[in-house]
């Protein structure tokens, strides 16, 4: 059974910095790109970074580039997003989901981050 | 940036009805990196369709996508009570990837 289990959220304040991790289990991690996704209480979801499955590619919405940071560990099976100069528009869910094609095929349940002073 | 419109936005329909959910491009899509998700209150989004029109694993043939170019659509043929939700779209290109609002479908 393919499992995502992200950690990491918490209560932060404003310009303060967060990691976050996904363990994965019950597919070949090492072969999927993997993406972080987020959704703000109440609103859509927001594609965040994506990591290709050697780390060679990595990508970025505009709305994190310079403050967040993607990263895996293919011999751990996880992946982090390094979070860093974070604000209140940060306050969300992140989910991480593999990618298959352009489809995020499996999705973790997330983990809460509220960026608050 | 490729922007997602969705429509409606709340859909009312009651349990064997037909829902049609509708998704606009603002400049046209390649068909491959078009997708649909639901999601239900409290859980993670499920993929549903990829490439416009094929169905993800364990996902009932009530749902069917379609469209090309700039407009797509999705189907669900005899709504089940489990159904009701909020679906998305969500499309891959030059600027990364991004979803649509969302259409929320409601029991009416």
């Known amino acids: 059974e393919v499992q995502l289990v992200e950690s990491g959220g918490g209560l932060v304040k404003p310009g303060g910095s967060l990691r976050l991790s996904c363990a994965a289990s019950g597919f070949t991690f090492s072969s999927y790109s993997m993406n972080w996704v987020r959704q703000a209480p109440g609103k859509g979801l927001e594609w965040v970074s994506s990591?290709?499955?050697?780390?060679?590619?990595?990508y970025y919405a505009d709305s994190v580039k310079g403050r967040f940071t993607i990263s895996r560990d293919n011999a751990k099976n996880s992946l982090y997003l390094q979070m860093n100069s974070l604000r209140a528009e940060d306050t969300a869910v992140y989910y991480c989901?593999?990618?298959?094609?352009?489809?995020?095929?499996?999705w973790g349940q997330g983990t809460l981050v509220t960026v608050s002073s | 940036e490729i922007v997602l419109t969705q429509s409606p936005g709340t859909l009312s329909l009651s349990p064997g009805e037909r829902a049609t959910l509708s998704c606009r491009a603002s400049?046209?899509?390649?068909?491959?990196?078009l997708a649909w998700y639901q999601q239900k209150p409290g859980q993670a989004p499920r993929l549903l369709i990829y490439g416009a029109s094929s169905r993800a694993t364990g996902i009932p043939d009530r749902f069917s996508g379609s469209g090309s170019g700039t407009d797509f659509t999705l189907t669900i043929s005899r709504l089940e009570p489990e159904d009701f939700a909020v679906y998305y779209c969500?499309?891959?290109?030059?600027?990364?990837?991004?979803f649509g609002q969302g259409t929320k479908l409601e029991i009416k």
């Open positions: 400049q046209s899509v390649s068909s491959s990196y």
């Open positions: 969500q499309q891959y290109g030059s600027g990364g990837h991004t």
């Open positions: 990591i290709s499955s050697s780390s060679s590619y990595i």
């Open positions: 989901a593999s990618l298959k094609g352009a489809t995020f095929g499996y």
